[in-house]
């Protein structure tokens, strides 16, 4: 006999959902989710019909902005994002990776000038082989997303 568990559906909030397993982690990091006081389910792992396995979050009562949105396609391409209202779907957006984000990564090259002067941190999205990878504006340098460090909000 097996058992199926279930997470209960939300209010009103947000569900991303097809996020590639691994990354859940680090989109709550970015986003400073473990900072935020209302409900939210993490699914690490889990068994998935259109890929191997994925991580999945809901976030009850909360509401992501398009830079929020912009910041978890570095990590998450092609993942589902579900606003809930009254228990429903209401608007669904899949994720694409955008042309360039600024001031969630630093640098790691340490001679960069973005070390040693107050600039922007921006970095601009090349996709290779399917593998994410950022370009410096100041250094010019290309880093795949897993070496680069999140600043901290």
């Known amino acids: ?20 397993a691994g990354q859940a982690t680090k989109i709550i990091r970015l986003l400073a989710l473990i900072n935020n006081r209302n409900q939210m389910t993490i699914g690490l792992n889990l068994t998935s019909g259109s890929q191997q396995l994925k991580d999945l979050i809901k976030l009850e009562q909360c509401q992501l902005s398009e830079k929020d949105l912009q910041q978890i396609a570095v990590f998450a391409p092609g993942a589902t994002v579900n606003t809930i209202q009254d228990y429903k779907v209401t608007n669904k957006l899949k994720l694409t990776l955008p042309e ?28 290779q082989n ?22 901290i909000r």
């Not at 006999?1 to 590639?20: F, P, Q």
């Not at 593998?131 to 460090?149: A, H, P, S, T």
């Open 130 to 151: 399917r593998n994410v990878g950022l370009q410096c504006k100041y250094c010019q340098q290309i880093f795949l997303r897993d070496e680069m460090l999140l600043t």
């Open 100 to 127: 360039q984000v600024a001031d969630i990564f630093i640098c790691p090259n340490k001679n960069c000038i973005s070390h040693s002067e107050k600039t922007t941190k921006l970095f601009y999205i090349k996709e």
């Open 1 to 20: 006999m097996s058992e199926k568990l279930s997470v209960n559906a939300i209010h009103n909030g947000t569900v991303i959902d097809h996020i590639v």
